[in-house]
Structure formats: C-alpha cells, structure tokens
C-alpha cells in the first residue's frame, strides 16, 4: 500500500504539508513519497490526504 508521484508533478509543494507520516518530499525536478513510510493516510484519513489537494492529480498507486 503506498503512492507515487508521477513526472506531472508541478512542484507546488501542496501535497508535503498534507503527509501525516512526513512520507512526501522535494526531490529535484518533482516531489516524491517515500515508498516504504507512506500509508496512503490509513488511521488518519479516510482517503489519501495528498492525492485530495494536488492541482495537477498526479499521486497514483505505486
């Protein structure tokens, strides 16, 4: 269970506050969400806090 972000990333940063396990961070041309601590926000949220605030809808599941 985990998310991508694909190379449609704008780099608007909206997506980095959104990660209740801190999973999300700038890589260099595109955020990019730790594979290995994403949750896909299970306990937190009913549904990926990301994928709800990217403009560009590029989270997907890995």
Not at 11 to 34: H, L, Q, T
């Amino acid at each position: 269970m985990s998310l991508k972000i694909t190379e449609e990333c704008t780099f608007c940063a909206a997506c980095e506050p959104e990660c209740p396990v801190n999973a999300i961070s700038a890589g260099s041309d595109i955020y990019v969400i730790d594979e290995s601590a994403c949750t896909e926000c299970e306990g937190y949220a009913d549904s990926p806090a990301c994928v709800a605030v990217c403009p560009a809808e590029c989270i997907v599941k890995a």
